[in-house]
């Protein structure tokens, strides 16, 4: 069982649909969450970081952990074509801050 | 310019050929970590750094080599490139668990 699983798509809504991301893992050590977004030939670029369980909302997006269910999700409200990018999530529970990834959700919004 | 950069963006080489690409950040973050990421594979961890002489291998390391003399330079060398180097190559830096990451290298060995 790989430590982290990403669904990687690809995922295609309509403009304005509310999008669901997620991730699941292994690893209970797993403490600190992120959600990278990545566009198309360009490195991630962080969206999203949450630590431990709970809600944490930007604007738009909603970041989700789920601890016992070993569960994160990342939601977009009103999505836009902008919003068209990779999404990675990302974790990590170690002393040296090295990150596990999920293998990204290839994510399209249609006008 | 702020921020971190990588040189060269885009590089094509020949099998057996030795390749160095150049990470350079300008936050003077502790950490720095060099990234691959393939279809099907994602994002793997090649090499990391915890601060200037201080290196350790990451979940592919084979065929790759680093150094950090300085806190905001950590080259990635390919000592005798093979085909399958042929990626994308992220170099990130940290102060924490949030990563930032360069704009990347596309490599191509022939």
């Known amino acids: 069982q790989k430590e982290v699983e990403q669904d990687p798509g690809p995922l295609s809504v309509p403009e304005g649909a509310i999008v669901s991301l997620n991730c699941t893992y292994s690893?209970?050590?797993?403490?600190?969450f992120m959600w990278y977004r990545q566009y198309s030939r360009k490195g991630p670029e962080l969206l999203m970081y949450t630590y431990s369980s709970g809600n944490k909302e930007d604007g738009r997006f909603t970041a989700q952990v789920d601890k016992s269910s070993k569960y994160i999700s990342l939601f977009i409200r009103d999505s836009q074509p902008s919003d068209s990018a990779t999404y990675l999530c990302a974790m990590s529970g170690g002393s040296n801050y090295k990150l596990t990834f999920g293998k990204g959700t290839l994510l399209t919004v249609n006008p | 310019d702020a921020g971190i950069t990588q040189s060269p963006r885009y590089k094509i080489t020949e099998t057996g050929r030795q390749v160095t690409l150049m990470c350079h950040q300008t936050?003077?973050?502790?950490?720095m970590f060099w990234y691959r990421q393939d279809l099907g594979h994602g994002l793997r961890l090649i090499y990391y750094s915890a601060a200037a002489d201080i290196t350790d291998k990451g979940e592919v390391p084979d065929g790759y080599v680093v150094s950090r003399s300085k806190t905001e330079n950590f080259p990635l060398t390919l000592e005798s490139a093979t085909r399958s180097q042929t990626s994308v190559y992220f170099c990130?830096?940290?102060?924490?668990?949030?990563?930032?990451f360069g704009p990347g290298t596309r490599l191509t060995v022939l």
């Open positions: 690893n209970s050590a797993f403490q600190y």
């Open positions: 936050w003077s973050h502790s950490y």
């Open positions: 990130a830096s940290s102060e924490a668990y949030e990563q930032f």
